[in-house]
């Protein structure tokens, strides 16, 4: 919301925001698009009747866009975690595990990506509990998708080559996990990491992944094709200038520039 408020009075667009701790369909109505936790999920969509497939199936949603008059929920995260992968990791070998860092809602989404693409081994690191009822989530919708949950400890014994790791968790809260992860021992080389979290500014995981020889990508990828995605349901995102940037992605180099300026 911070950003958007701060892209609207750059452009001149006079949005107006509101934060609203629970959902209910007022909230809906009076808006023009709606922003969700997507730990408010499970919460959410019992009380909906209409669901489109991707959010059935992942079971979780993080926006709400009127579509032809009918408000429908969506999951935006998952396009731009798409368009991330297939735009700067084009030679991501789909044959090696991934590693997918938490056991939120994010991570269930990420994991969800991942097995699209064709990732036929993922593994899911956690709170063991939280995790089992994200794997039969997961394992209800990606047939043929073997879906591991590791303890935080047992990251240090995994020799397994993953291609890709991606961290969905607040790392300066959890230490021990970052050291963990920092060995990069379960990592092929030239892997991919990426982090979700723009803050803080200073990301101790993709320094180290760095110095691990692996390909980063950092959180603002994610957040500026997220925006861009936002902004065409809008229907402002012409409005943007498009990319002077030499990435294949089009059109997030102005969004890009802002969240930097911002954060």
């Known amino acids: 919301m911070k950003y958007l408020k701060f892209l609207s009075e750059q452009k001149g667009w006079g949005w107006e925001f509101e934060v609203h701790p629970e959902f209910s369909r007022d909230v809906i109505q009076s808006a023009a698009a709606v922003k969700v936790a997507p730990s408010l999920s499970s919460k959410i969509l019992p009380q909906l009747t209409v669901l489109p497939t991707q959010v059935r199936s992942i079971e979780c ?7 032809n008059g009918t408000w429908y929920p969506r999951l935006l995260l998952h396009e731009a975690l798409r368009l991330v992968f297939v735009g700067e990791a084009r030679d991501l070998d789909i044959r090696a595990p991934a590693f997918v860092v938490g056991d939120g809602d994010e991570a269930r989404i990420v994991s969800s990506v991942l097995a699209e693409m ?14 089992q009822s994200q794997k039969e989530i997961l394992a209800r919708s990606q047939l043929g998708i073997r879906f591991h949950v590791l303890l935080p400890d047992d990251l240090t014994l995994q020799a397994v080559s993953a ?5 969905t968790v607040d790392l300066s809260k959890q230490k021990s996990l970052l050291t963990d992860l920092s060995y990069f021992n379960f990592m092929k080389r030239a892997g991919y990491a990426l982090d979700l979290n723009i803050l803080p500014a200073q990301n101790l995981l993709l320094e180290e992944a760095e110095k691990a020889e692996l390909r980063v990508l950092p959180p603002v990828l ?8 936002w902004l065409d349901r809008l ?12 990435r294949n992605l089009d059109a997030v180099f102005e969004a890009e520039f802002f969240l930097t300026k911002l954060f």
């Not at 064709?118 to 509990?129: E, K, M, R, S, W």
């Not at 291609?163 to 961290?167: K, M, S």
């Not at 994610?222 to 995605?229: D, F, H, N, P, Q």
């Open 61 to 67: 949603l993080d926006s709400f866009f009127k579509e």
């Open 163 to 167: 291609g890709v790791v991606v961290n």
């Open 118 to 131: 064709g990732v036929g081994d993922i593994y899911l690191v956690g709170d063991a509990g939280r995790l």
């Open 235 to 246: 229907e402002v995102g012409s409005e943007l200038s498009p990319s002077r940037h030499p």
């Open 222 to 229: 994610v957040a500026a094709i997220l925006t861009r995605l």
